[in-house]
């Protein structure tokens, strides 16, 4: 079946420093991908819609330039998490549809932890 | 914008008792819902979702929700839970506008299985 990928799994970074987490949709196209964050043991929390070829969509409270997202091409979508800090310490979760599919199907990527220290 | 409420956090039930978890939603207009599981230290699995149509909607592993518009619920249902059952299941709402727009997911309740 369709598989979104995110890649790294795991990454430990220093405070200060960026780091990308890439969101790949392996076998269909996704004009829109969306960003979530989850804090242990809380709920998924909508970050940003990705949308390919334009801006990506903030929502509320969510620093656009903290949280650099690329959506180059139509199976891949970039978070880049810039100076990042402790606090951005959290369970980062990316979903994507297939063109065309009006989003009735919805498959999530196995996420991505991010340690910073 | 939409919002979701799940009043249940934790729910601890021992194997074979019947499990009910609420969900309810906040939207006025068209909604899609979801059912979400996540096993620990696993990625989120679609049990079930509603889009329209008959409002009792089975899912896998005998799971089933049922959509009731006039209270706004889709409460999650199994029979008889197991072991394997424990999770952090997640009710999500997304408006109904035919495209992939965002989920709106609640809090989250954490059931816990005792053999």
């Known amino acids: 079946g369709a598989v979104v990928s995110q890649h790294p799994s795991r990454v430990i970074c220093k405070s200060g420093t960026s780091v990308k987490i890439e969101c790949r949709s392996l076998?269909?196209?996704?004009?829109?991908m969306f960003w979530y964050r989850q804090f242990p043991k809380q709920s998924l929390m909508l970050m940003a819609t990705?949308?390919?070829?334009?801006?990506?969509?903030?929502e509320q409270g969510v620093e656009k330039d903290k949280f650099l997202i690329n959506h180059a091409s139509l199976t891949l979508s970039t978070l880049t998490v810039t100076s990042a800090h402790p606090e951005d310490s959290s369970f980062y979760i990316c979903?994507?549809?297939?063109?065309?599919?009006?989003?009735?199907?919805?498959?999530f990527g196995e996420g991505s932890w991010l340690t910073v220290v | 914008a939409q919002s979701v409420s799940q009043h249940n956090h934790h729910v601890i039930l021992s194997e074979a008792a019947s499990l009910e978890l609420g969900c309810n939603y906040s939207?006025?207009?068209?909604?899609?819902l979801f059912w979400y599981v996540q096993y620990p230290g696993q990625h989120l699995q679609l049990l079930l979702k509603y889009f329209s149509g008959d409002p009792l909607v089975k899912g896998i592993k005998g799971f089933e929700a049922e959509f009731i518009k006039s209270k706004f619920s889709f409460n999650l249902r199994k029979p008889s839970v197991q072991w394997s059952d424990t999770a952090e299941y997640f009710c999500?709402?997304?408006?109904?506008?035919?495209?992939?727009?965002?989920?709106?997911f609640g809090t989250g309740t954490r059931l816990q299985v005792t053999l």
């Open positions: 990705s949308n390919e070829g334009s801006k990506a969509t903030y």
């Open positions: 999500a709402v997304r408006a109904n506008t035919g495209t992939a727009s965002k989920l709106t």
């Open positions: 076998d269909f196209q996704a004009t829109t």
């Open positions: 939207y006025g207009g068209t909604v899609n």
């Open positions: 979903s994507a549809s297939p063109a065309g599919d009006s989003g009735n199907t919805i498959y």
